[in-house]
């Protein structure tokens, strides 16, 4: 097994030991480069001093560094959205007064105070917090004392009984009303109370509600129809019948039921339950004539069948199981006199807490909770898979496919054969004897098949069905579930269909999770509905609201100082227009987006535009190996002994193009000494500075010299060491070791470098032919050749970032994965497409 770590782009960056822990979390204070006016001033800095580490004591120091040398006076700060008109971020921008009125935003102390109780909540994770269920309350506390008391064993249910029943007479989910659910719940108390023959008031008040709104179950949608309902409702109805209870009996739904329940019933036949652990362990309350002796041998470690306290209550009652008892008694102590439907819920609450986590994009606040919580969930995977809690001989597809995605991504060793198990008649199933398919087990079974390596055929298998599937049911508008309740569920899946693992940015994914998260009003589908406190919360809602809003007023300011710096410099002159600077920022704040990691994210952008603007210098107007030279002379220190003989620049206006050269030239210089010095600044060491520079220059001189031989024969080395070039550039002013410094650390270095510039290379020319639409017949056929080499090659590449022994603890890696990622996300994605998120990551504010 590897060592886990957080493999996304977001991963926090190693800075050298030189870099204390104060210095490399604070944040940096920029100028104001003109007088705001109405208090908007004060209000940038006052933002600007919340980038300060939210957890760190050390609040007097603070660097006062400016993120450009290159500044103009009396710039007015323009942002350019792609699907909205023009917009001032003077306009954004808080005055005293709103400044004032979010006091605790401004000094990072609200953050902090939503950090420290979400690390507290997880660090509480046990066996999982879930809510009860009054249905599994009632079956408990059916038992009868086994001392011979005319009691019940459990008293303490009856008294959770009578006090959670409903104002209009009725038990279950207080917030969110399905006929199925209060039914089956209602039912279930309603026998309790008349078979100890107690509370006749409170009797008779559910009594009421089931009369008045049997008819409601034909009403609802089949999805909201409780996991075993089919089974377990006709047999309350039986006892309900034999206490002589005045319920519709002749109710026309009750018909479908039973006829649902035959079928459920033949798609397991009795033999192979008592023989091998299936699901129908979980429903045994709704099966007469059981043979006890032999299921209990398919009783879990925990005492409990299947881990249902109604099945293992059922089980009780019918055998006076001494482990069924004890599994019971822990349940009702543990919920303080109530059962939830499932219990333990651990695996499926350590997974999806990680995930929801991620997918917000606050998961960094957590890394270390992470960490354990996966290694938790490590221990207990098998190459049968999992299910929602450990030591479990029954597994489902759903666990397995969100443990293996979240497993592989954090380096742990995990085997795709697991899905071997579930295939059967060529499509892929949760559960042997399932009625229909969960839509968000085959939506989770999508993520995890993103997630491939080369030659993992049944992960090929799992993603052509998964897609076909859930396209059909796109289409169908059929995107309901029969196990979660959400806010957007066809939104997510949308996203995971249009937007693959190489083409989802982290921030874009995170704006997108933020309206599709319910967080508390999220609902999960059991034998009853429940709840998971610690999956879905209004506190990580909220955390990552905050925090987004926070990281986009960060992420505006630098855009802004870049546009300082793109307008001294000139590069328009040279085809790098202000949309690609916009563009280019987007792509770095969508993948380094952490306020503290600035020097990355303005290293990413001014790389990019600058590499752009010298190969449109170099390829533009002919003569490209005149101009290539000259500008490396130039590059160099060095003059040209032959500067105005060749023929190529009397052309082309050598004059002209001389002074290009060096305006470009210059530009570089300066640039290089900008960004040497920004990412010196935390340390205030000038001996790293000189050392900075040092490496920006020899990775720049690399990159230039892959165009020597002429532009058509390297413009794949050309094109694909711009990759390699942002990732070089990226990780010595993040002050961790260069790129080529990469092969001291890991073998697999040049097939990684090589890997890097093809699909760099492939990705470019995907997006150079969506913009010409010339010969598309001719194009449509390159674009699935070129689609297969790429998803090829970013197989292995992944494989090689995630499984490389010596190189999982490097932060490079993450880097690779953004900026190979950026590539695939802008051959990906439509302009249109670009445009929105653009819009939405920079400028549109999270409400």
Sequence with gaps: MHTPSAFMASSKPSLPLSLSRSNRLHGLVPPVPFPLGNGKEQAVMKVWKGLRCSCCKCNNQWQQHALSKIRTQGHRMQFISGVAAARSLLDTLPTDEETEALPKLSDGTKLSEMVHKIKDMLKSINDGEITISAYDTAWVALIKDINGGEGPQFPSTIEWIV??????????????FSAHDRMINTLACVIVLTSWRIHPESRNRGLAFLRENMCRLAEEAPELMPIGFEIAFPSLMQMAKDLGLEVPFDDPILQNINAMRDIKLKRIPKDVMHEVPTTLLHSLEGMPNLDWERLLKLQCDDGSFLFSPSATAY???QTNDEKCLGYLQQIVNRFHGGAPNVHPVDLFEHIWVVDRLERLGISRYFRTEIVSLLDYVHKSWSDQGICWARNSRVHDIDDTSMAFRLLRLHGYEVSPCVFKHFVKDGEFICFAGQSNQAVTGIYNLNRAAQIIFPDEDILQQAMNFSCKFLRHKQALDQLRDKWFITKDLPGEVEYA?????YASLPRVEARMYLDQYGGSSDVWIGKTLYRMPLVSNDFYLELAKEDFNHCQMVHQLELHNLQSWYKETELERFNAKRKDLQRDYFLAASSIFEPERVPERLTWVRTSILADAITSFFTDDGCFSG???????????????????????????EHNKRKDCLMLVSALNQTLELMSSESSSL???QGKQEFTYHYLRHAWMKWLLSWQGGEADNRLSSTGQKGLLLVNSIEICAGR???DDLRFVSENYTKISQLTASICYWLHQITLQSKACSDLTRQQGDQIRVDKEVEREMQELAQLLIESPNFHECNTKGTILSVVKSFYYLAHCSPLTID???SMVLFDKVK
């Design 737 to 739: 070791f260069g790129w």
């Design 836 to 838: 929105k998120h653009v």
């Design 627 to 653: 101009k290539l030279h000259e500008f490396i002379l130039n590059f160099l220190g060095k003059k040209s002994s032959n500067i105005s003989s060749p023929e190529c620049f009397i052309k082309i206006e």
């Design 683 to 685: 340390s205030q060491n």
């Design 315 to 317: 089980a009780a009652i």
């Design 163 to 176: 006090s959670n029943q409903l104002l209009d007479g009725s038990w279950g989910d207080a917030d969110f």
């Design 497 to 501: 269909l249009d937007f693959p693992w």
